[in-house]
């Protein structure tokens, strides 16, 4: 049985969906979290990482509220470029041992028009992408054999507040809301995401080297949509009387830039899967379907 250790699995919108998913194909799932201890102190991790001898290690932990970031850029750092570093040297001498880190659309300038691949330029436009960027740079330098790099994006799913929960919230309170139609991306079901992970880090196991696994990867539901336009899927979906009114991003200021188009190319994922992955109006319908269940159970 394969044993996995998620870093933020108890707690996070990723984490918790892949301890899920892990779980239920089988592997030995641990969590670590800072429930238990300093993830910052690297004779903790250390510990941690001979005690529960996992054959992988998913760090989902982030600092991810991309506002917040601007005012508080050392302790972004600390979170998104330091612990992963930290992570992947302590790994080196654990050979036996896998890491897979996930990543953002953000470290992207957001100019362009095209799907961007793993290989276009990074152009980070604020903190948050800054210090995620520095990260994925960190690990890949010092594991660049036993690693891997997942950027993902636009996360919804079950566990923790996220932007189609916050809509659907909004929705419930008021006759209309604004949405910013401006900015495009990859929306994503977190519990795809979990999935592909599992998959890329199974075929990891199994072939080891000659996997193809280590390496940068975007893994994303496919197709892309504006922040807009996952709104009026969500809103149409549950039925909500609500309106939705298209806005600039001019007209919703926020303090960290965003990229206007940071939509994921995602045949590198496909040709791994041997088919696209499922397109996100497909998956936001799965998450509001489970959702609903969820809910008439309660
Ligand atoms: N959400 C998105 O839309 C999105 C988009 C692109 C990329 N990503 C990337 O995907 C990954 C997972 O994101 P997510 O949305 O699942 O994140 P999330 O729900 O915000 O969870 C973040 C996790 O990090 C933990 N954490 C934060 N600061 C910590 C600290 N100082 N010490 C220990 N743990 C700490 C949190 O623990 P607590 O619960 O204890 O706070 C939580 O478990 C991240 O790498 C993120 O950058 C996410």
């Excluded at 506002?67 to 330091?82: F, G, K, P, Q, S």
């Excluded at 990260?135 to 994006?153: F, H, I, K, N, Q």
């Excluded at 929705?171 to 519990?191: L, M, T």
């Excluded at 379907?289 to 809910?295: G, I, S």
Aim: hydrophobic fraction near 40%; aromatic fraction near 8%.
């Amino acid at each position: 049985m394969a044993k996995a250790l998620v870093l933020g699995g108890a707690t996070g919108l990723l984490g918790q969906a892949l301890t899920r998913i892990l779980t239920e194909r089988g592997w030995s799932v641990e969590t670590l979290g800072r429930q238990q201890g300093n993830l910052l102190d690297d004779a903790f991790l250390g510990e941690r990482l001979d005690a529960a001898q996992p054959d992988v290690i998913f760090n989902t932990v982030a600092w991810t509220q991309v506002d917040d970031a601007e005012d508080h850029v050392e302790d972004a750092r600390l979170i998104n470029r330091c612990l992963p570093a930290s992570l992947a040297c302590l790994l080196k001498s654990r050979e036996s041992m896998f890491l897979v880190h996930y990543g953002t659309d953000f470290i992207f300038g957001g100019q362009g028009s095209h799907p961007l691949k793993e290989e276009d330029k990074p152009q980070p436009q604020s903190v948050y992408g800054r210090t995620k960027l520095e990260g994925e740079e960190a690990v890949r330098a010092a594991l660049p054999d036993r690693s891997c790099v997942l950027r993902t994006a636009w996360l919804f799913g079950h566990g923790r507040r996220n932007f189609v929960e916050a809509i659907l919230d909004a929705c419930r309170r008021r006759d209309e809301i604004n949405v910013v139609h401006d900015q495009v991306g990859s929306p994503s079901f977190a519990d795809d995401v979990a999935l592909y992970s599992a998959q890329l880090a199974e075929a990891w196991l199994e072939k080891k080297a000659d996997s193809g696994v280590p390496g940068v990867w975007h893994v994303t539901n496919s197709g892309e949509a504006s922040w807009c336009e996952l709104a009026c899927e969500a809103v149409q979906l549950t039925s909500s009387p609500c309106r939705v009114i298209p806005i600039t991003s001019d007209e919703w200021p926020q303090k960290a830039k965003r990229p206007s188009y940071s939509a994921l190319c995602t045949d590198k994922l496909a040709a791994f899967l041997g088919k696209q992955p499922r397109p996100w109006p497909q998956a936001l319908r799965a998450y509001l379907f489970a959702r609903k269940t969820m809910d008439s159970g309660k």
